[in-house]
């Protein structure tokens, strides 16, 4: 499984979650990765950032838009067991 995270430049929030998000993919042993938005067809782009995608291999299992730990922790949970995050 992995999480990719889409982030816009100067996006602060952006910034400041990436280092939980990172985390919560090595504690749970996920592939992590980091999609620049404007490298991204326009069209493709989502409406919101930090935007995320959770991943099993080449199917989308849920994804979700935010800082929100909690909707973040809700979202891994249903797809992971045992799933750990250390706030």
Not at 51 to 59: G, I, K, P, S, V
Not at 64 to 79: I, N
Request: hydrophobic letters at 40%.
């Amino acid at each position: 499984m992995k999480i990719i995270m889409v982030k816009k430049q100067g996006c602060n929030p952006c910034k400041m979650f990436e280092p939980k998000i990172k985390d919560v993919a090595i504690d749970n042993s996920l592939e992590f990765k980091i999609i620049q938005a404007e490298e991204m067809p326009e069209k493709m782009r989502p409406k919101f950032y930090p935007f995320f995608y959770l991943m099993n291999n080449d199917d989308l299992l849920e994804s979700w838009a935010g800082t929100s730990t909690r909707k973040m922790a809700k979202v891994m949970t249903r797809h992971i067991k045992n799933f750990i995050y250390n706030e």
